[in-house]
């Protein structure tokens, strides 16, 4: 199956630092990627879906400036989370889409802040 | 709207037990379905796919859903757990092109 890498697994950091979280697909290229938060014995929940090229796409009530998404290309998008705060304490995980529209995961990245 | 239900937050089995996992969808046109497994501190792993094939399909790990459109629902089912089988299982649907939908994740515990 398709692979899909995440960096950080786990980052630390102060409260009102940003973090960028790094997602990539190794060996295919996707158009579309798509960043979800997962909060303690709860399902996904879907923050955004990132077009290369163009601008994300957010659901409601997530705060685009606040979870700022780049799919500058074909096998990278990234997630920075300015300004974070303990509330932004969380496990992200992205995905990409396959030319099959399969989505194929991330391992996640474990965020706390302090 | 389009939805998924997993019936049952968490599932408790024997080892060497059938296990069967629930999920039932909505959707007005015909649905594409996924089961996925995530492990502790993971991402999701998929498990299998219907995408309007056969209607019995098989997964990794010796996982199988079935597909029935009179009842909506897509169940996982595997003949005998193992316990290497705990884990969390998300069913999910996906239509137009892009958009997924998932339930809201079926816990399994294997008890030795």
């Known amino acids: 199956g398709a692979v899909v890498s995440q960096h950080p697994s786990r980052v630390i950091c102060k409260s009102g630092t940003s973090v960028k979280i790094e997602c990539r697909s190794l060996?295919?290229?996707?158009?579309?990627m798509f960043w979800y938060r997962q909060f303690p014995k709860q399902s996904l929940m879907l923050m955004a879906t990132s077009n290369e090229g163009s601008k994300a796409t957010y659901e409601q009530g997530v705060e685009k400036d606040k979870f700022l998404i780049n799919h500058a290309s074909l096998t990278l998008s990234t997630l920075t989370v300015a300004s974070a705060h303990p509330e932004d304490s969380s496990f992200y995980i992205c995905?990409?889409?396959?030319?099959?529209?399969?989505?194929?995961f991330g391992p996640g990245t474990r965020l706390t802040v302090t | 709207a389009q939805s998924v239900t997993q019936l049952g937050s968490h599932v408790s089995v024997s080892e060497g037990a059938l296990v069967l996992l629930r999920c039932n969808y909505s959707?007005?046109?015909?649905?594409?379905l996924f089961w996925y497994v995530q492990y502790p501190n993971q991402g999701l792993q998929l498990l299998l796919k219907?995408?309007?094939?056969?209607?019995l399909v098989k997964g990794i790990n010796g996982f199988e859903a079935e597909f029935k459109k009179s009842e909506t629902s897509f169940h996982l089912t595997k003949p005998s757990a193992h316990m290497s089988d705990a884990a969390e299982y998300f069913c999910?649907?996906?239509?137009?092109?892009?958009?997924?939908?998932f339930g809201s994740g079926t816990k399994l515990n294997v008890k030795p």
């Open positions: 060996d295919f290229q996707a158009t579309t």
């Open positions: 959707s007005s046109v015909p649905p594409y």
């Open positions: 999910a649907v996906r239509y137009n092109f892009n958009k997924f939908y």
């Open positions: 995905s990409a889409l396959t030319d099959e529209y399969e989505q194929y």
């Open positions: 219907y995408t309007s094939a056969a209607t």
